[in-house]
């Protein structure tokens, strides 16, 4: 009785205080409108998602047999011991750059030279012959194990008797304000159907599936009034697409799959989340230069797209304040609800933080 006295007292303590802070800023709205999302939060925490237990483990059967036929094809096409053991960093690397003879691109904090899946990826894109060829085995080794321990060993733990899972959903974890899950997070289920087929509905009811189509996309066109990107998604046309066309300057019909990603998709998402044309290059295995002018196609396209990100690092660098040589107001950007996403990291490298 006591320690639930304490809990209700401190916890409406806190609330006082911050009662006051909240109406102080302007900010009892957006308090408001999360406390009403709490609500829906917790309700489907309660419920649940429903999980097909058969579907479930034809699934990891599959998967399991992917990870024995990644194995088997080393071994049959490369100088690997029959011991070897593909969790083992020190023997990948061991084979990597002792006995295939790749470059050491880096070492782990210990010294030795790292396998590290951003390691194997540079590996693979060196074109290093077998090297890179064994690299990209060690990272399809490495996938597929991490799909069976995340979502059939650790999401398999954790459905109750009737086949729920009940994760956390949290509202201020992400530093994006976006809705975060965890224990399990079900939020990043690869998109392979064969993954999101073993979440179905429950007997009586249906399930629906719904997209924000490009929601990201839509507030950077709208933000930043660059009526060349407002234009795109008016005509109704597949908006990475159209980009490709536009940034190779050819006939929308002839752009392939192929440019749609490295041309459209790619670009569009790297404006979003402060890509580089290194990032461009890595995601697309293209050389850096080619990704730089890539980038510049872009932006000059999508011509009112730079100078906005220019006035949004303008806004939230002038938010800063120092009292007595020390911080007390970091630059922060404000949402439409009234959200401040504070952004410290901009103070540590300004130069970089503005071009991104």
């Keep these: 009785a006591r320690y639930a006295e304490q809990d209700a007292k401190f916890t409406w303590l806190l609330w006082k205080k911050y009662e006051r802070v909240l109406q102080r800023e302007g900010l009892m709205d957006l308090f408001e409108f999360e406390m009403e999302i709490l609500d829906v939060l917790m309700r489907k925490e309660y419920d649940g998602a429903y999980v097909d237990r058969k579907a479930m483990e034809a699934t990891r059967l599959s998967y399991e047999s992917r990870k024995v036929a990644v194995v088997e094809d080393l071994h049959a096409n490369h100088p690997i011991p029959p011991t070897f053991n593909f969790d083992s960093p020190k023997q990948k690397g061991v084979l990597l750059y002792e006995a295939l003879g790749a470059p050491v691109l880096k070492k782990t904090k210990g010294g030795e030279a790292s396998t590290d ?187 009112r797209l730079g100078p906005w990100k220019e006035e949004v690092y303008r806004e939230a660098m002038s938010h800063v304040e120092y009292r007595d040589g020390k911080l007390v107001v970091p630059p922060y950007i404000e949402t439409m609800m009234g959200y401040r996403r504070r952004l410290p990291d901009l103070l540590l490298n300004p130069a970089k933080a503005h071009n991104n």
Excluded: W
């Design 117 to 303: 899946a951003d390691t194997l990826e540079l590996l693979v894109g060196k074109d290093l012959g077998e090297a890179s060829e064994v690299a990209q085995g060690f990272l399809d080794y490495a996938e597929v194990s991490k799909t069976i321990g995340t979502y059939f060993v650790g999401m398999g733990a954790k459905l109750d008797g009737s086949g729920y899972l009940h994760p956390d959903f949290t509202q201020h974890v992400a530093d994006t304000n976006r809705l975060s899950c965890r224990e399990p997070n079900v939020h990043n289920i690869p998109k392979a159907s064969d993954m999101r087929d073993m979440f179905v509905a429950p007997p009586g009811y249906a399930m629906i599936g719904a997209d924000y189509d490009q929601i990201e996309l839509r507030f950077i066109a709208v933000e930043s009034q660059d009526q060349t990107m407002i234009e795109v998604f008016n005509s109704g046309e597949d908006v990475h697409r159209t980009t490709a066309a536009l940034v190779l300057g050819k006939a929308l019909s002839l752009v392939t799959d192929e440019e749609r990603g490295t041309y459209g998709k790619m670009p569009n998402f790297l404006i979003g989340y402060g890509g580089t044309a290194y990032t461009l290059a890595q995601k697309a295995k293209i050389p850096e230069k080619e990704a730089d002018k890539v980038l510049t196609a872009y932006f000059t396209r999508f011509s």
